[in-house]
């Protein structure tokens, strides 16, 4: 006895003819059913060419035939002209969706979506919906935002930091160089008490007369200079101070009122006759208004450099990234050629890396007389990421090229031996 022969169905050749009886029994139980045949009489042999249909569509047909649509739409829009073969495959694919679909009728809407793509390239489906749906903008809105809340306080912090630091270190400068010619003309004290200390050199000391060639008011009016620098550097220092906080302790905040402060950062009025006295007490105070302007100038150097050296780079980079996707951004969404991408963020990563990169150097020379900063050049490594990384490229190449040519031994002289 012959084993039965079993036979396979496959949705996109045509259905098997199916007897009476065997349809009868396929319709008594529906575990027999066969999925996706639409329920008709069977059609006569001569009609066996025609295409089977199927009442669900697969879900590719439905994502190709939205991605159609919107093509069409767009070519509609803009006066694109749309051959009447493409528009009616796509518009005999949406009537299918709702009644049946068969081989024909998705072949018919895949070469419409294909043409449509090619004809309307670079703008695709994808981006037509994002330009309706973008929430990119208000990511990159917000990144940049925080990193301007954070760049410009620290950035505007260091450049006062530093122009107040500079300042002081050439007033303590040139404050030496007086205190050094004004004891030298003078001379110094032999010990002046607390006394004549605290009263800010009204007390009488040992006199001194003036050297040669010395008047009497280019010493005054060197004294004043002198105690006009010492104002000068206590109250930057007060000022830079602030910048870290007040981490360091003031020398004169016991002064009470501005009877004390008077007496002890300005000459007394009038001056006495004996200028030594005065010029060692003017010493003392400066000693201590210089120890504290550079405490502060140290403190201060510290914490903004190594700001402005590790951190400051990288957001600057970070920064220069989202100026490269604002602008792109801005010209795809004219275009409505924007796609979101998952490179944006390793984007961003690279930046950081090659931001921080760039702050481990000094100042970037282009040209005889014209260097930018490192901060520049981060925001322009974060900008233009591509760039940075051809640099290396280049550099390492020229590394490799050096090493190899220093390995190979130099050709004979010409007519040696």
């Known amino acids: 006895m012959s084993e039965p022969k079993l036979t396979t169905y496959d949705p996109l050749e045509a259905a098997p003819e199916v007897s009476g009886a065997a349809k009868s029994g396929l319709g008594a139980s529906d575990d027999y059913a066969v999925p996706g045949l639409v329920d008709k009489p069977p059609h006569d042999t001569a009609t066996n060419n025609a295409p089977v249909t199927y009442l669900a569509p697969p879900a590719y047909f439905t994502s190709a035939l939205d991605d159609a649509e919107q093509l069409l739409k767009y070519a509609a829009e803009n006066g694109i002209d749309v051959d009447d073969k493409t528009r009616s495959s796509v518009l005999e694919a949406r009537a299918a969706v709702s009644t049946e679909w068969n081989e024909k009728t998705a072949a018919n809407l895949l070469a419409a979506l294909t043409k449509l793509a090619a004809q309307l390239k670079p703008v695709t489906a994808e981006s037509l919906r994002s330009f309706i749906n973008h929430p990119t903008i208000r990511t990159y809105w917000k990144v940049a935002i925080y990193l301007a809340a954070f760049i410009i306080p620290f950035s505007v912090a260091s450049f006062i930091s530093s122009a107040i630091s500079d300042s002081i270190r050439k007033d303590i400068a040139t404050a030496n160089d007086l205190a050094v010619k004004l004891t030298t003309q003078l001379g110094s004290a032999s010990k002046p008490t607390p006394a004549a200390v605290g009263t800010s050199g009204n007390a009488t000391g040992s006199?001194?007369?003036?050297?040669?060639?010395?008047?009497?008011?280019?010493?005054?009016?060197?004294?004043?200079?002198?105690?006009?620098?010492?104002?000068?550097?206590?109250?930057?220092?007060?000022?830079?101070?602030?910048?870290i906080l007040l981490a360091v302790r003031d020398p004169f905040s016991n002064l009470r009122g501005p009877g004390e402060f008077k007496n002890t950062f300005q000459l007394p009025v009038p001056l006495p006759s004996e200028l030594l006295p005065v010029l060692s007490g003017r010493i003392l105070v400066y000693q201590d208004a210089r120890s504290f302007g550079q405490d502060v100038v140290d403190d201060v150097s510290i914490f903004y450099g190594a700001m402005a050296t590790c951190i400051l780079p990288a957001l600057y980079a970070v920064l220069g990234t989202c100026a490269f996707l604002l602008r792109s951004f801005s010209e795809e969404m004219s275009r409505r050629t924007f796609v979101p991408s998952h490179s944006d963020s390793a984007r961003f990563l690279i930046a950081a890396i090659g931001g921080s990169v760039v702050g481990l150097f000094s100042n970037f020379t282009i040209n005889q007389g014209i260097s930018i900063s490192p901060l520049a050049v981060a925001f322009l490594v974060g900008y233009a990421v591509d760039v940075f990384f051809s640099f290396l490229e280049g550099l390492i190449q020229a590394f490799t090229k050096s090493k190899s040519g220093a390995g190979t031994p130099p050709p004979a002289a010409a007519g040696t031996r």
């Open 207 to 243: 006199s001194a007369s003036l050297p040669a060639g010395v008047s009497q008011v280019d010493v005054v009016t060197e004294l004043q200079t002198f105690a006009s620098l010492i104002r000068a550097i206590y109250s930057r220092s007060q000022q830079l101070n602030w910048l």
